[in-house]
T-cell receptor, first 115, second 117 residues
Framework: AQTVTQSQPEMSVQEAETVTLSCTYD???????LFWYKQPPSRQMILVIR??????QNATENRFSVNFQKAAKSFSLKISDSQLGDAAMYFCAYTEETSGSRLTFGEGTQLTVNP | GAVVSQHPSRVICKSGTSVKIECRSLDFQATTMFWYRQFPKQSLMLMATSNEGSKATYEQGVEKDKFLINHASLTLSTLTVTSAHPEDSSFYICSARDDGGTTDTQYFGPGTRLTVL
């Protein structure tokens, strides 16, 4: 079974600084998708960034970028120029088409942004 | 963007009663929707996959007679917690996959907080 591991239960960063959240996963598939979701105190899940495994280029969305290392099964999220609004729980997630697009989530990393 | 709504946002009920939670895709059609449960400070746990016009697929350990799912249209799925008990108190979140979008991306509703007294 696929598993997703986030080894950092909590992280903190100073406003305007850069922080990296770690995620590793286990799969025997070669074609799959990886995501980072943000869950602020409102508890609304918000898609931050999406990566297709067959693409070597790392995905980027404004201040958010990933470091996707397929061989190492690693998918870290880098947040640049951190803002107070970035404070949230961040979940790494995995899916593949053969599973009917069911998402497997990591345990989450609580990010605190200090002013 | 793709928007998913849930109703109600909060519900408090007495033990033994049934509670229905609605999940709607507002601006897209969704043949497939998903229901999750989340305990405080924990991750999302997939309960079941809801498919329009067919029976839901439940994850291992989830009682299908306890958590009834009906996906009667391409924009609406409902989760009914039958004979609710305090241990069913939790945050329930639905998500929907856009039939016209990429097959891998899910859009989430805002969640429903259920409290069973």
């Amino acid at each position: 079974a696929q598993t997703v591991t986030q080894s950092q239960p909590e992280m903190s960063v100073q406003e305007a600084e850069t922080v990296t959240l770690s995620c590793t996963y286990d799969t025997s598939e070669s074609d799959y998708y990886l995501f980072w979701y943000k869950q602020p105190p409102s508890r609304q899940m918000i898609l931050v960034i999406r990566q297709e495994a067959y693409k070597q280029q790392n995905a980027t969305e404004n201040r958010f970028s990933v470091n996707f290392q397929k061989a190492a099964k690693s998918f870290s999220l880098k947040i640049s120029d951190s803002q107070l609004g970035d404070a949230a729980m961040y979940f790494c997630a995995y899916t593949e088409e053969t599973s009917g697009s069911r998402l497997t989530f990591g345990e989450g990393t609580q990010l605190t942004v200090n002013p | 963007g793709a928007v998913v709504s849930q109703h109600p946002s909060r519900v408090i009920c007495k033990s033994g009663t049934s509670v229905k939670i609605e999940c709607r895709s507002l601006d897209f059609q969704a043949t497939t929707m998903f229901w999750y449960r989340q305990f405080p400070k924990q991750s999302l746990m997939l309960m079941a996959t809801s498919n329009e016009g067919s029976k839901a697929t439940y994850e291992q350990g989830v009682e299908k007679d306890k958590f009834l799912i009906n996906h009667a249209s391409l924009t609406l799925s409902t989760l009914t917690v039958t004979s609710a008990h305090p241990e069913d108190s939790s945050f329930y979140i639905c998500s929907a996959r856009d039939d016209g979008g990429t097959t891998d991306t899910q859009y989430f509703g805002p969640g429903t907080r259920l409290t069973v007294l």
